[in-house]
């Protein structure tokens, strides 16, 4: 768990940084450097970087952009959509990267302020459309006896301006921390049975650092999804705050 509070290494006007600073910075860098370098000289017919980086840009677009919000909608938010997307991938996968070891996102003040500006975004869409209709599809929905909203509409407001921040909060960070915590286990236990104990204990060492191994690899998988979740989810709390009626 001292990974999750590291020792300050020196502060910049004021404000103290610490090694997941670096690393959530890092992370930035690299994926402006990224996006830069592939699009900076676009080419009708695409070199093999160009479209690797037109691949990603294409799957936020088409795959969550228009398919969720359509192609009007999904063009206005695109940007915001986009930045989340590379945003918490490049930050979820330095917690494989040999050296670095720690996602940016482990940390809860990243997914926080993701969350918020999801939040404002959503808020945001539906007071553009239509302040009435946005409220009115919030908190009272279609179809129920006016009775009922007395129950109804307190739950709405819980489930829509208070869960909803939260959850995406805590999903996102507590994912990364699980699998952190997992890859320190299995390799610090590899490195134990291996270098201290030793002997017939190696044999345990051997199990520790496949199932290490097979970890990394299904954390792939993780760091990419939850990149993909937040994001889905961020078009369709905007999908349903701009909806004529839900």
């Known amino acids: 768990m ?11 006007i004021g404000v103290p940084v610490h090694r997941i600073h670096l690393v959530q910075l890092l992370s930035v860098l690299a994926v402006v450097l990224l996006l830069w370098l592939g699009t900076r000289r676009m080419r009708v017919v695409p070199g093999r970087f160009q479209s690797v980086v037109e691949m ?22 695109l940007p915001i959509l ?18 670095l070891n720690m996602p940016g996102t482990a940390i809860i003040a990243v997914p926080l302020t993701l969350a918020i500006i999801s939040y404002v975004t959503f808020i945001y869409a539906g007071m553009k459309k239509s302040p009435l209709g946005f409220w009115k599809n919030s908190l009272f929905p279609s179809g129920v006896p006016w009775p009922v909203y007395i129950i109804v509409t ?19 960070m507590m994912n990364l921390v699980v699998g952190h915590m997992i890859l320190v286990l299995c390799f610090s236990a590899t ?3 291996f270098f201290t104990a030793g002997g017939g204990w190696s044999l345990l060492g051997i199990g520790t650092l496949a199932f290490g191994g097979a970890f990394t690899i299904f954390e792939i998988l993780v760091v990419v999804l939850q990149a993909y979740v937040f994001t889905v989810l961020t078009a369709i709390y905007i999908q349903l705050a701009v909806a004529e009626e839900h």
């Open 82 to 99: 986009t930045t989340m997307f590379f945003m918490i991938l490049f930050m979820n996968i330095t917690g494989i990267i040999p050296f």
């Open 154 to 172: 307190p739950l709405e407001f819980i489930s829509t301006f208070i869960i909803r921040p939260v959850t995406l909060t805590l999903r996102l």
């Open 2 to 12: 001292d990974d999750f509070f590291p020792e300050i290494l020196f502060s910049v």
């Open 56 to 77: 990603g840009l294409g799957f936020v677009r088409s795959g969550i952009a228009h398919d969720l919000l359509g192609r009007k909608d999904g063009d206005r938010f």
């Open 191 to 193: 490195w134990f049975f």
